[in-house]
Structure formats: structure tokens, C-alpha cells
């Protein structure tokens, strides 16, 4: 076990993250933007290529999918996703019970597209009968959205349920897998799917700036002139990468160079099975080192993506997450705050380069901080 009273730092000195997101990245990756590209050059091409390739291989999407590559945010992945591949005369359910499906709303709802939502509470699943029969009532819904991992709770959402009752009613299936890509399986020869999108800076481990759709080239096809935004046209981007290798505008060179060496350490991991096994363990340890303090987590064990996890905030008055975030972090751990509608929570997170030691280090800091604020039972109000 570290000794908690020693700050602990990663190797380029900086704090690690325990958060949703940008992560802890290795040293080789931030080492990779030291380089400057020009977008025109043939190594930087290669790199695009490359990158793009190994993307679509991740889901097993050789014969099925493309990989439209996008500057921006993961946001910018999914508006760009949800802009380009739902018609203006299409409709769109969205499976909600986070933040995350919340946002899908919210740029439906500035796009102008025709989109209905279909909610459960934050710590349930969507429901995939209740989808079934929504289907069945409305003829008019073209597509559905998912967010596989809600990163707003850590909840691992039903996915491959979900894309076989949408694939009977004939629909298409979008997903926001920002969270789960690449620590979590998916295969685009076993799950039906149009289009799935993602970001270099969660489970990938690269630097944010780029967010990635990969998507049916028949659906990239159909989709042309649909987008209400020039940046966001997926189809346009899509166009632009096969016809000159180029992206359509500046390309984020450096965080593109950062993508490409994190996903060599990502394949020589192992790939999702590897990458997956050290989130689980992660998860593990700290889910079992938090109840072993006394705290709960708002998910059942079943629930819980090896992503991020939500703690009920403890009962006691002198428990004080201001506190033990600052605490936590002077001795080189960043937790991270609750984004609930109905409970007090914070986050932990399990994902990026960071193994069972820095877990155990946060364990210790969080309860030497519960020591100094005099906090002895961390169970949650009643
Ligand atoms: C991180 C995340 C996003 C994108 O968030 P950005 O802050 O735009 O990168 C979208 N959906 C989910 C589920 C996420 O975890």
C-alpha cells in the first residue's frame, strides 16, 4: 500500500486522474505531440490511415463500417452523428437516464430534428420491452440512440439487446459508446448497428481534441446534404478523407500523432480484452475498497461499467467533497464531482494509464482525508 501522506505523482509529475475524462496519458503519448505535421505531409497521411483503420478493426467493422474522423470533443462525434445520419424528415428515439442521453436531446432539439425520449431513472437501464413496443406503435421513428456506458452514473446499458429489437423493427441504431469504447466488446458482425461514436481521450487513452464516428459507408451514402452544420457534415468529411486523404479542415495534428502511439500501447495491451481486464480490476479494487470504508455505491455490482463509479455521499455533516477533493488531489489524486438529477454523489473514475497501485493510492488519500475531517461512518442518508 503507497504511504497516503506522500503525494504521488505520474511520471511527467502530474496528478492522476481518477475522473470521466481527459485521463491520465502515458508518457510515450504526450511524448508523440512533440513533433510538428504538415496536414499535406506522407508520415502524417500514414498516421491518418492508419488510425482510421485500426478504429473500424476494434469493432470488427472491416466489411461494414468507416471511420469518419472529426476535430471537436466527443459532443462534436455525436452531434455530427446525430446531424448527418438522422434525415431532417426522419425521427429519432432516445434512450435516456443520464446526462448523456440528455445531451442527445438537447442537440436534437437545436438541429431542429424530430426526436421523442424515452426515460428511466438514472440508476435503471433503458428498457428494452418498453422500446419494443414504442417501435411497434410508431412506424414513423427512423432511428434509435443509445448511450451504451452513462458516464453521468457508470451504468452499462443493455446494448446488444437493444440493437437486436431495433434491427427486427427494421430501424437503425445509433450509439454513444464514448465511454466503453475500446474497454468493452462490441462487434459490428454480431450487433447491428448504423453508426457508433467515440473520442481519443477515454478508454483509448490519447489526448482530447478528436472525437471518431464510425459508420455504414450505405448510410454515409444516403446522408449527403442532411447536415444542418458545414463543420459537422459527416458526409462531407467522409468525402473529403477518401477522395485527398485529407481531413476537411485543419486537422489536430499533434492529437492525431498522441492517437496513433496510444492505440499501438492499446493493441499491445492486448486490445479491448486486455484494456478491459485492467479497467475490471481497477473497478474492483476500488469498489471493494470503498465499501470496506463504508461508503455505497449507487449501482448493484451488475450495473456497473468498469468505467466510473458513483459513491453515495455519506450522512455525516462533517463529510464536506470540497474537502476531500482537495485533500485528495494534494496528495496527486483527482476525483471527480456527481452530475445526479435525485442523489448527492461524487465520481471515481478507472480508465486511463492507471493500474491497481494508483487505485490503492486513492483509497488510502480518501481515507486519511476521512480521518482528518472526522468522519467515521460513511453510509448515505436513509
Ligand atoms: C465523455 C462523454 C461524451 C463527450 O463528452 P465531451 O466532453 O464532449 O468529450 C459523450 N457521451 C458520453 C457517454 C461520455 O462519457
Known amino acids: 500500500m503507497p504511504d497516503p501522506r506522500k503525494p504521488?505523482?505520474?511520471?511527467?509529475?502530474?496528478?492522476?486522474?481518477?475522473?470521466?475524462?481527459?485521463?491520465?496519458?502515458?508518457?510515450?503519448?504526450?511524448?508523440?505531440?512533440?513533433?510538428?505535421?504538415?496536414?499535406?505531409?506522407?508520415?502524417?497521411?500514414?498516421?491518418?490511415?492508419?488510425?482510421?483503420?485500426?478504429?473500424?478493426?476494434?469493432?470488427?467493422?472491416?466489411?461494414?463500417?468507416?471511420?469518419?474522423?472529426?476535430q471537436g470533443s466527443g459532443t462534436f462525434a455525436v452531434e455530427a452523428m446525430l446531424g448527418t445520419l438522422v434525415p431532417r424528415n426522419g425521427k429519432l428515439l432516445?434512450?435516456?437516464?443520464?446526462a448523456y442521453g440528455h445531451r442527445m436531446a438537447a442537440i436534437c432539439h437545436h438541429m431542429d430534428r424530430p426526436f421523442e425520449i424515452a426515460e428511466t431513472p438514472e440508476n435503471v437501464p433503458v428498457d428494452v420491452a418498453a422500446l419494443d413496443r414504442r417501435l411497434g406503435a410508431d412506424p414513423a421513428m427512423t432511428h434509435v440512440a443509445l448511450v451504451w456506458c452513462e458516464?453521468?452514473?457508470?451504468?452499462?446499458?443493455?446494448?446488444s439487446a437493444v440493437a437486436d429489437i431495433v434491427a427486427q423493427h427494421g430501424r437503425r441504431l445509433?450509439?454513444?459508446?464514448?465511454?466503453?469504447?475500446?474497454?468493452?466488446?462490441?462487434?459490428?458482425?454480431?450487433?447491428?448497428?448504423d453508426a457508433v461514436a467515440a473520442s481519443s481521450n477515454k478508454c483509448l487513452e490519447g489526448a482530447p481534441g478528436m472525437?471518431?464516428?464510425?459508420?455504414?459507408?450505405?448510410?454515409?451514402?444516403?446522408?449527403?446534404?442532411?447536415?444542418?452544420?458545414?463543420?459537422?457534415?459527416?458526409?462531407?468529411?467522409?468525402?473529403?478523407?477518401?477522395?485527398?486523404?485529407?481531413w476537411r479542415f485543419t486537422p489536430p495534428t499533434h492529437v492525431l500523432a498522441a492517437f496513433h502511439q496510444a492505440i499501438a500501447e492499446f493493441e499491445a495491451e492486448g486490445g479491448v480484452a486486455?484494456?478491459?481486464?485492467?479497467?475490471?480490476?481497477?473497478c474492483r479494487t476500488?469498489?471493494?475498497g470503498l465499501r470496506a470504508m463504508g461508503f455505497q455505491t449507487l449501482l448493484p455490482d451488475h450495473l456497473q461499467a468498469p468505467i466510473i463509479v458513483t459513491v453515495r455521499t455519506p450522512a455525516d455533516p462533517r463529510f464536506d467533497f470540497p474537502r476531500l477533493y482537495e485533500r485528495v488531489?494534494?496528495?496527486?489524486?483527482?476525483?471527480?464531482?456527481?452530475?445526479?438529477?435525485?442523489?448527492?454523489?461524487?465520481?471515481?473514475?478507472?480508465?486511463?494509464?492507471?493500474?491497481?497501485?494508483?487505485?490503492?493510492?486513492?483509497?488510502?488519500?480518501?481515507?486519511?482525508?476521512?480521518?482528518?475531517?472526522?468522519?467515521?461512518?460513511?453510509?448515505?442518508?436513509?
Open 329 to 382: 488531489r494534494q496528495r496527486g489524486y483527482v476525483l471527480y464531482p456527481g452530475k445526479l438529477a435525485a442523489t448527492d454523489s461524487f465520481r471515481v473514475g478507472c480508465i486511463g494509464q492507471i493500474g491497481i497501485e494508483q487505485i490503492e493510492g486513492a483509497l488510502a488519500a480518501i481515507r486519511l482525508a476521512l480521518d482528518e475531517m472526522g468522519v467515521v461512518d460513511c453510509a448515505p442518508p436513509k
Open 274 to 282: 486486455g484494456r478491459g481486464k485492467r479497467y475490471t480490476a481497477n
Open 94 to 98: 432516445i434512450l435516456v437516464n443520464g
Open 211 to 246: 472525437g471518431f464516428v464510425l459508420a455504414r459507408p450505405t448510410s454515409l451514402e444516403q446522408a449527403k446534404g442532411n447536415s444542418p452544420s458545414l463543420s459537422l457534415d459527416l458526409h462531407e468529411q467522409w468525402i473529403g478523407l477518401e477522395k485527398t486523404q485529407q
Open 8 to 70: 504521488s505523482l505520474s511520471p511527467t509529475n502530474d496528478p492522476w486522474l481518477l475522473t470521466p475524462g481527459p485521463l491520465t496519458t502515458s508518457p510515450a503519448v504526450k511524448q508523440a505531440m512533440l513533433h510538428d505535421y504538415g496536414s499535406r505531409d506522407q508520415a502524417f497521411i500514414a498516421m491518418n490511415r492508419r488510425v482510421r483503420d485500426s478504429l473500424v478493426a476494434i469493432i470488427d467493422g472491416q466489411a461494414s463500417h468507416v471511420c469518419v474522423p472529426l
Open 151 to 159: 458516464t453521468t452514473t457508470g451504468l452499462l446499458n443493455p446494448l
Open 286 to 288: 476500488l469498489v471493494d
Open 174 to 193: 445509433l450509439i454513444d459508446a464514448m465511454s466503453a469504447f475500446a474497454a468493452l466488446p462490441l462487434s459490428a458482425k454480431t450487433t447491428a448497428f
